[in-house]
Nanobody, 124 residues
Framework: QVQLVESGGGMVQAGGSLRLSCAAS????????MGWFRQAPGKEREFLAA????????YYADSVKGRFTISRENAKNTVYLQMDSLKPEDTAVYYC?????????????????WGQGTQVTVSS
């Protein structure tokens, strides 16, 4: 069992930056691929980024590639999402998630545990 708690959301102007954190409790954090998703009102939850067990590989959705950076510190049981050059369309609730799967990390159905989400609002 893994519990996930996101933090770091808030309101920022367009062009600004935020850093989200996701603290995990429970066993074997380093055995999970970690991902970030977001969901805007009236829209599906969409994949943003994933990072493998030791941080050796990262994957990004085209919509955030070059602007967002995912990282993890296994010693702290924490995964991060650095978000730069934010746009109003980035406004959403952001979720971290943990997956025990060996692939398909852009698919929300393959994630086993989810946080409660943190709101990010980008004003124009």
């Amino acid at each position: 069992q893994v519990q996930l708690v996101e933090s770091g959301g808030g309101m920022v102007q367009a062009g600004g930056s935020l850093r989200l954190s996701c603290a995990a409790s429970g066993r074997r954090f380093s055995s999970y691929v970690m991902g970030w998703f977001r969901q805007a009102p009236g829209k599906e939850r969409e994949f943003l980024a994933a990072i493998t067990w030791n941080g050796g590989s990262t994957y990004y959705a085209d919509s955030v590639k070059g602007r967002f950076t995912i990282s993890r510190e296994n010693a702290k049981n924490t995964v991060y999402l650095q978000m730069d050059s934010l746009k109003p369309e980035d406004t959403a609730v952001y979720y971290c998630a943990a997956s025990a799967s060996r692939g398909g990390w852009d698919m929300k159905a393959l994630y086993d545990y989810w946080g409660q989400g943190t709101q990010v609002t980008v004003s124009s």
